[in-house]
């Protein structure tokens, strides 16, 4: 009988360890839009950060197997410090402003494995 992911989160012995992962890393940006008045990342900039970092990834060489996955994701819940990204396996949360800031997580964190500390948002902003 093989052993599931789920089985693993229950208290099985597989643990995925980051050498093992499909991807080396995984960014997510919030491209959560609120059509209601409310505030959310689309408001603030979340889909030209994620255009810049899929377009700069990938001239980069460093998307696919082995290397960085830029993903979309639905609200994060951390809509405070909008807009948002989030880096795994490290589970390092950016905000952005600029094609600046987003090009810097790139090189810096997403190629080399360097948090970009000048982004990083406070660990109690929630929603
Ligand atoms: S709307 Fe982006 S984190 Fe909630």
Redesign the pocket.
Known sequence: MTETNCDAQAGGSLAAQPADSYYERHIFF?L?E?KNGE????HHG?QAGFDRCKLQVKAAGLAGPGQVRVNKAG?????A????AVVYPEAVWYTFVDNDDIDEIVESHLKNGKVVERLLIPATLG?
Request: one cysteine or more; a positive charge.
């Open positions: 919030c959560n609120r505030d959310c990342c689309v979340a609200c994060l819940d951390r809509c410090a909008g807009p948002v929603r």
